[in-house]
């Protein structure tokens, strides 16, 4: 449902990209009121799996990046399957376990790249009845201070002209992502629940992780190198030095909802 990485992004991807809070695993499974099986789409190296997996029976986690899988976090409930995108509709229900067998749908940073109308069906069909849960989820920039925040700032803006198109859900933290599902109280269509997700980062995190982002590599194959020496150094700079590891916040935001009945 989404496109592939590159071995060596899947790796930098796997090794930067931040993992999420507790609460927002907590919150979901409050909201079941059955817990034997999850699936984790777009799951990529399984961060979301995993964090899934504390409250669920089993996890099954798919991704069409045999890249981003080769990298995944093993763990005793989580099955991890590439889903190529020639499998059929049909071929995926009978993989999950056949309709209405669903407690909890995630999607972790990955739904805006989705064909929409059909990921959305799936879930129609595959979400248990009464009581099965979707939910998407992504993350956008963060904060680290008042000096360097600006300086990032303009690092995005060059940035923005080799975006995908559909990476403009993720700038308008999923406001006008279509969510055609019934609003349990934890974020709806045009009204996504809001999260802080702290994380601690050194230098070098900070710079594998801007590598990581796809325009990055999109720009560099347009021989546009986003990230030069004259950039780097002023990251550098002002962050403290290649040895500093600092305190940054993201901004999550959320829509969850029920299959309408």
């Given at each position: ?106 999607v972790a940073q ?105 325009a990055v590599t ?44």
């Amino acid at each position: 449902m989404a496109g592939n990485l590159s071995d060596k992004q899947a790796e930098v991807y796997a090794k930067t990209r931040p993992t999420y809070p507790r609460e927002l695993y907590e919150k979901l499974a409050a909201l079941t009121p059955g817990h034997a099986l999850a699936w984790d789409v777009g799951t990529g190296n399984g961060q979301a799996a995993i964090g899934v997996a504390q409250h669920y029976e089993r996890v099954i986690a798919t991704d069409v990046s045999e890249s981003q899988l080769k990298h995944a976090m093993p763990h005793p409930r989580v099955q991890y399957i590439h889903t190529p995108l020639s499998l059929s509709d049909e071929e995926l229900v009978t993989m999950l376990g056949g309709k209405n067998s669903i407690d909890l749908i995630t999607v972790a940073q990955a739904v805006h790249w989705f064909d929409l109308p059909k990921f959305y069906s799936l879930v129609d069909r595959l979400l248990r009845k009464p009581g099965g849960l979707v939910a998407v989820w992504a993350y956008q920039g963060f904060k680290v201070s008042p000096t360097f925040d600006p300086i990032l700032k303009r690092f995005i803006d060059t940035v923005m002209p080799y975006c995908n198109p559909n990476s403009q859900y993720v700038f308008n933290q999923y406001k006008t992502l279509p969510f055609p599902f019934e609003s349990v109280g934890l974020g709806s269509e045009g009204n996504p629940y809001m999260m802080e997700l702290h994380k601690e980062i050194s230098f070098n995190g900070l710079v594998q992780l801007l590598k990581s982002v796809p325009a990055v590599t999109t720009a560099k194959e347009h021989g546009i190198d986003l990230l030069s020496k004259e950039v780097m150094e002023e990251f550098e700079r002002d962050w403290g030095g290649p040895t500093l590891v600092k305190s940054v916040v993201c901004e999550i935001f959320m829509l969850t909802g029920r299959a309408r009945m």
